[in-house]
């Protein structure tokens, strides 16, 4: 099994339940697609590098989440990245294939 290291940052402007819910729909699109999660670490609110802009908002902070997973193919790791570009909740994203 492959390992992956998944951070995204979601949008401050949500509530804490609907910042949870994406966070944990995020999750199960993962499983869903045959990955196996491992660690869910959530960051809390921090301060970006930059300001991104998305749409007509401009952020300047943003809620991180840190996701290891295992998958034997890449299946969820393409539909977690095609859903993550399309999320108005979602500001940025990254996936890392972690080596051992």
Not at 35 to 42: E, F, G
Not at 78 to 93: C, G, M, P, Q
């Amino acid at each position: 099994m492959k390992k992956y290291e998944i951070m995204f940052i979601v949008r401050p402007t949500l509530s804490e339940d609907e910042i949870k819910k994406v966070a944990s729909n995020f999750q199960k699109t993962l499983e869903t697609n045959k990955a196996k999660v491992t660690n869910v670490d959530a960051w809390g609110q921090k301060q970006l590098a930059y300001d991104i802009k998305v749409g007509n908002n401009t952020y300047k902070t943003g809620y991180y989440f840190v996701v290891n997973i295992e998958a034997d193919n890449d299946l969820a790791i393409k539909e977690f990245d095609r859903l993550a570009l399309i999320s108005n909740d979602i500001i940025r994203h990254i996936i890392i294939s972690k080596e051992d």
